[in-house]
């Protein structure tokens, strides 16, 4: 007999027969169990014939998949994967034109079916097919199969995309240029050109030549294709050449516009997107989010160039940027004729910039990141937010009492930090769908993101009254602002800033001390080791709670006829935890019941479970099943040798939870009930809030800093041993 894991238990169907109810051997090799079942049913020539699923997408059952059938699984006996794509290979090519429909209908089907890909493959099928798409002959449902047959069969990735000729994406390029096509058809062409371009290098420049991004920005207006039409325009992005994406302008203002960028603004691609789809009246599905956010990613990863550029101290174009910069600012001033006092004042200027090289403030955009990124913000500030910015410097410029905020410094970081919130370079995340609306409402987002957020910093930098020393407290407090912002998806760049506005110093202060005193939200790496390390400690506590409570005992009513005056009986653990004593009385007990008046004992060693509820012995009598349900969830029982048992009733859900609780600890097993896990939150967050208030130097993630002072909120100590 063989093990029982290896058994299977399976219905199999066959058209116009009753189905056979068999047990499946896995170790049995599947050819085997498929003559068997062909036997069952007087069925000849059983090689060629092969389980499917049932229901779902009823695939091909093989060797390898095997495994993954269950208990209970409905298969169907079907016509082996070779014989069927044999057929329908057949029937697609035959005269008649609702034989080849159905044959079409039955292949789009089947061709997501791995093992039935590789037969039809194998058998030159999908040449076929696009034989068939280029001859121009098939028109709405029978092309609208033969694609999704095509892209299905492409999709296993068993055939190259390089092998497709130039003249079947011309055909399906075409389909996309038509004014008008079927949805259906449409749908699946884009989706065709999408997957030759991001699996085939040569295929996109043979794309590129036959769609234009205008071309697909005209199908965003219909709700049915939109999602197709954006994952080929992100698809056409991700895999333009270099030198298409990257192509430097002279004006710095341009610097971060490339071929693509130009190209999608022209054609006013942001603001179809906001209107038509983020602005829509539709909901936001998921994949059409997941293309978003894959737009969004390109559209930042376009300035990743200039984040990883260093400046040339010695090009003095760039070092004409940092000039301007002081122009803007203090423009009131003429400079002196003298060389030596033209350079002294500006160093004097650069130190009021906030620069921290004041001689050669061209030396802080040598770090990359940010690189050339961060002076190419400060310029945007300067230039279209001249107001801003003059005031921004000037009021820090003009103070004395060591509480300046570095203009230039916290542009440069705050550039940086940006660029990691928002993942600039890296790749888009499969599956990811956190696109943020706001940065489709302007075609300047990311500068914009950033003249929000140094305004959001220089308010920050007031509210904590910081100096120098604490810049990185403050850096840490308006990370946590925007990312905290951004978390809400504010719809734009002035829902942004009164999301902005709520996230004050003080409310930072008050999220934290909230977040860090409610144990839901202890997820930070050191508190959850604190927590993992405080776990065992207090297991054990409650395990020795539970023990104590059986070595006291408890009065447990007797289950029988309501009518005949209540009796009752006492059970408790000896102090060594090696007997259950227990023994009947005559009323409630008021206090601890001695040893020598319960007659009765079990052996810790003799227990083999316990079991609860219905699983109990008292509860499948069939005067149990008179009994309520509160009785059922207040019934144990212990079994012991030899085939005995000790039938409980709890008083209360209380003692049920301390006894089985404390039944199973004194077994070695795991305490499970709702009152020790319970228990266990309860008093892991009462520990770790002592830890954190005994401690006052603890090292928390984010701290707040400690500048202002803030009154502390508890005015009570703990005396804790």
């Given at each position: 007999?063989?093990p029982?894991s290896?058994i299977?238990?399976v219905?199999?169907?066959w058209p116009?027969?009753?189905?056979?109810?068999?047990e499946?051997?896995?170790?049995?090799?599947?050819s085997s169990?498929?003559?068997?079942?062909?036997?069952?049913?007087?069925?000849s020539?059983?090689?060629q014939?092969?389980?499917?699923y049932?229901?779902?997408?009823q695939l091909?059952?093989?060797?390898?998949?095997r495994s993954?059938?269950k208990?209970?699984?409905?298969?169907?006996?079907?016509?082996?994967?070779?014989?069927?794509?044999?057929?329908?290979?057949?029937?697609?090519q035959?005269?008649?034109?609702?034989?080849?429909?159905?044959?079409?209908?039955?292949?789009a089907?089947?061709?997501?079916d791995p093992?039935f890909a590789t037969?039809?493959?194998?058998m030159?099928?999908?040449?076929?097919l696009a034989?068939?798409?280029?001859?121009g002959?098939?028109f709405g449902?029978m092309?609208?199969?033969?694609?999704?047959?095509?892209?299905?069969?492409?999709?296993?990735?068993?055939?190259?995309?390089?092998l497709i000729s130039?003249?079947?994406i011309?055909q399906?390029?075409?389909?996309?240029n038509?004014?008008?096509?079927?949805?259906?058809i449409?749908?699946?062409?884009?989706a065709i050109?999408e997957?030759?371009?991001?699996?085939?290098?040569?295929l996109?420049?043979r794309?590129a030549?036959d769609i234009?991004v205008?071309?697909?920005?005209g199908?965003?207006?219909?709700?049915e294709?939109?999602?197709?039409?954006?994952?080929?325009?992100?698809?056409?992005?991700?895999?333009?050449?270099?030198?298409?994406?990257?192509?430097?302008h002279?004006n710095?203002?341009d610097?971060?516009?490339?071929?693509?960028a130009?190209t999608l603004?022209?054609?006013h691609l942001?603001?179809?997107?906001?209107?038509?789809?983020?602005r829509g009246?539709?909901?936001?599905?998921?994949e059409?989010?997941h293309?978003?956010?894959?737009?969004q990613?390109?559209?930042?990863?376009?300035l990743?160039?200039?984040?990883m550029?260093?400046?040339d101290?010695s090009?003095q174009?760039?070092?004409?940027?940092?000039?301007?910069?002081?122009?803007?600012a203090?423009?009131g001033?003429?400079?002196?004729?003298?060389?030596?006092?033209?350079?002294a004042?500006?160093?004097?200027?650069?130190?009021?910039?906030?620069?921290?090289?004041?001689v050669?403030?061209?030396?802080?955009?040598?770090q990359?990141?940010p690189?050339?990124?961060?002076l190419?913000n400060?310029?945007?500030?300067a230039?279209?937010?001249?107001d801003t910015?003059i005031r921004i410097?000037?009021?820090?410029?003009?103070?004395?009492?060591?509480?300046?905020?570095?203009?230039?410094r916290?542009?440069?970081?705050?550039?940086?930090?940006?660029?990691?919130?928002?993942?600039v370079?890296?790749l888009?995340?499969?599956?990811?769908?956190?696109?943020?609306?706001?940065?489709?409402?302007h075609d300047?987002?990311?500068e914009?993101f950033f003249?929000v957020?140094?305004?959001?910093?220089n308010k920050?930098w007031?509210?904590?009254?910081a100096?120098?020393?604490?810049f990185n407290?403050?850096m840490q407090?308006?990370?946590e602002?925007i990312t905290?912002?951004?978390?809400?998806?504010?719809?734009?760049?002035?829902?942004?800033?009164?999301?902005l506005?709520?996230?004050?110093?003080?409310?930072?202060l008050?999220l934290?001390?909230?977040?860090r005193m409610s144990q839901?939200d202890f997820?930070?790496p050191?508190?959850i080791?604190?927590?993992?390390?405080?776990?065992?400690?207090?297991?054990?506590?409650i395990?020795?709670?539970?023990?104590n409570?059986?070595?006291e005992?408890s009065?447990?009513?007797?289950?029988?006829?309501?009518?005949?005056?209540?009796k009752?009986w006492f059970?408790?653990?000896?102090?060594?935890h090696?007997?259950?004593?227990?023994?009947?009385l005559?009323?409630s007990?008021?206090?601890e019941v001695?040893?020598?008046?319960?007659?009765?004992?079990?052996?810790?060693?003799d227990?083999k479970?316990?079991?609860?509820?219905?699983?109990?012995?008292?509860?499948k009598?069939?005067?149990?099943?008179k009994q309520?349900?509160?009785?059922l969830?207040?019934?144990f029982?212990?079994?012991?040798?030899p085939d005995?048992n000790l039938?409980?009733?709890?008083?209360n859900k209380?003692?049920?939870?301390?006894w089985?609780?404390?039944?199973?600890?004194?077994?070695?097993?795991?305490?499970?009930s709702?009152?020790?896990?319970?228990?266990?939150?309860?008093?892991?967050?009462m520990e770790?809030?002592?830890r954190?208030l005994d401690?006052?130097?603890?090292?928390i993630?984010?701290a707040?800093p400690?500048?202002?002072?803030?009154?502390?909120?508890?005015?009570?100590?703990?005396n804790?041993?």
């Amino acid at each position: 007999m063989p093990p029982h894991s290896d058994i299977v238990k399976v219905a199999i169907e066959w058209p116009g027969a009753n189905a056979q109810l068999i047990e499946i051997d896995q170790k049995k090799p599947l050819s085997s169990i498929i003559r068997e079942v062909c036997d069952g049913w007087s069925l000849s020539g059983s090689e060629q014939f092969a389980l499917r699923y049932a229901d779902g997408p009823q695939l091909y059952i093989t060797e390898q998949s095997r495994s993954e059938m269950k208990n209970g699984t409905i298969l169907r006996l079907a016509i082996s994967p070779a014989r069927a794509a044999r057929q329908l290979l057949d029937r697609i090519q035959s005269h008649g034109i609702d034989a080849r429909l159905e044959a079409l209908k039955e292949l789009a089907k089947l061709s997501a079916d791995p093992t039935f890909a590789t037969e039809f493959i194998n058998m030159e099928g999908i040449a076929t097919l696009a034989r068939l798409v280029e001859s121009g002959t098939h028109f709405g449902e029978m092309l609208a199969f033969t694609l999704t047959a095509f892209l299905e069969l492409m999709d296993h990735g068993i055939v190259s995309w390089d092998l497709i000729s130039l003249s079947f994406i011309k055909q399906i390029a075409g389909y996309v240029n038509q004014p008008m096509v079927d949805v259906s058809i449409l749908q699946r062409s884009l989706a065709i050109l999408e997957s030759m371009v991001l699996n085939s290098h040569n295929l996109y420049h043979r794309v590129a030549q036959d769609i234009t991004v205008g071309q697909l920005i005209g199908h965003l207006s219909n709700q049915e294709i939109q999602t197709y039409a954006i994952a080929l325009i992100n698809a056409l992005f991700l895999k333009a050449p270099e030198d298409r994406r990257q192509e430097e302008h002279n004006n710095p203002l341009d610097q971060r516009l490339t071929e693509m960028a130009s190209t999608l603004a022209q054609k006013h691609l942001r603001s179809i997107i906001l209107n038509h789809v983020i602005r829509g009246n539709r909901p936001i599905k998921a994949e059409m989010a997941h293309q978003l956010y894959v737009l969004q990613v390109l559209t930042f990863n376009l300035l990743e160039e200039r984040m990883m550029t260093k400046m040339d101290p010695s090009d003095q174009a760039q070092r004409d940027i940092i000039f301007e910069l002081r122009r803007i600012a203090f423009d009131g001033e003429n400079d002196p004729s003298g060389t030596e006092k033209r350079k002294a004042m500006y160093t004097k200027d650069y130190k009021m910039l906030g620069f921290t090289n004041h001689v050669n403030p061209a030396m802080d955009f040598t770090q990359t990141p940010p690189g050339m990124l961060a002076l190419d913000n400060m310029l945007y500030l300067a230039k279209l937010h001249q107001d801003t910015y003059i005031r921004i410097v000037l009021e820090n410029s003009s103070r004395e009492d060591k509480h300046e905020c570095p203009f230039g410094r916290c542009a440069i970081e705050l550039t940086r930090m940006l660029c990691e919130i928002l993942q600039v370079g890296e790749l888009p995340n499969e599956g990811c769908n956190d696109y943020h609306p706001m940065f489709f409402t302007h075609d300047r987002a990311w500068e914009e993101f950033f003249c929000v957020c140094i305004q959001l910093l220089n308010k920050t930098w007031k509210e904590m009254r910081a100096t120098a020393e604490d810049f990185n407290k403050v850096m840490q407090v308006v990370r946590e602002q925007i990312t905290r912002a951004l978390a809400m998806k504010p719809s734009s760049l002035d829902h942004l800033k009164g999301k902005l506005r709520g996230l004050s110093y003080s409310e930072i202060l008050r999220l934290r001390q909230s977040e860090r005193m409610s144990q839901d939200d202890f997820q930070s790496p050191p508190i959850i080791e604190l927590r993992e390390r405080i776990q065992p400690e207090i297991l054990e506590l409650i395990k020795q709670q539970r023990l104590n409570r059986l070595c006291e005992g408890s009065c447990f009513r007797k289950l029988g006829n309501r009518r005949r005056q209540e009796k009752f009986w006492f059970c408790r653990l000896s102090l060594n935890h090696k007997v259950l004593h227990y023994g009947d009385l005559d009323e409630s007990p008021q206090g601890e019941v001695p040893l020598e008046l319960l007659t009765d004992k079990i052996p810790v060693s003799d227990i083999k479970s316990v079991v609860t509820g219905k699983d109990c012995p008292h509860m499948k009598e069939k005067s149990a099943l008179k009994q309520n349900k509160e009785v059922l969830e207040l019934a144990f029982s212990v079994l012991y040798d030899p085939d005995e048992n000790l039938n409980f009733v709890a008083p209360n859900k209380y003692e049920y939870c301390v006894w089985t609780d404390g039944l199973c600890a004194l077994l070695g097993r795991e305490m499970g009930s709702d009152l020790t896990r319970s228990d266990l939150d309860t008093l892991i967050s009462m520990e770790m809030k002592l830890r954190l208030l005994d401690l006052e130097n603890i090292a928390i993630p984010e701290a707040p800093p400690p500048v202002p002072k803030e009154p502390s909120t508890y005015n009570f100590t703990y005396n804790y041993g």
